[in-house]
Nanobody
Framework: QVRLVESGGGLVQAGGSLRLSCVASGSAFGMNAMGWYRQAPGKQRELVAGIISGGSTNYANSVKDRFTISRDTAKNTVYLQMNNLKPEDTAVYYC????????????WGQGTQVTVSS
């Protein structure tokens, strides 16, 4: 079983930046895809960004050109650099892992709160 632990959330003003980190442990070997989902109050959980072992990435349209996902395979860690944050980015952000694709999540982290004030 894979354990995912997120960190880096917090409160920031609009236009500011945060970097989320997620460390995978346990049976992390074979988790080809890692990424981030988010869930805002009263809304469905949505995919924010994903990355696979080869380095290919994908992003939600709402965060393209503002967020960057990266991965340090040696450290079993995935990052989400969030720039030019907007109040609508306020949500709980969840780290995810999957053997194949983040569209089919196998493991979830506990989540970290990101709050962007206007």
């Amino acid at each position: 079983q894979v354990r995912l632990v997120e960190s880096g959330g917090g409160l920031v003003q609009a236009g500011g930046s945060l970097r989320l980190s997620c460390v995978a442990s346990g049976s992390a070997f074979g988790m080809n895809a890692m990424g981030w989902y988010r869930q805002a109050p009263g809304k469905q959980r949505e995919l924010v960004a994903g990355i696979i072992s080869g380095g290919s990435t994908n992003y939600a349209n709402s965060v393209k050109d503002r967020f960057t996902i990266s991965r340090d395979t040696a450290k079993n860690t995935v990052y989400l650099q969030m720039n030019n944050l907007k109040p609508e980015d306020t949500a709980v952000y969840y780290c995810v892992a999957s053997p194949v694709t983040v569209a089919r999540v196998a493991s979830w982290g506990q989540g970290t709160q990101v709050t962007v004030s206007s």
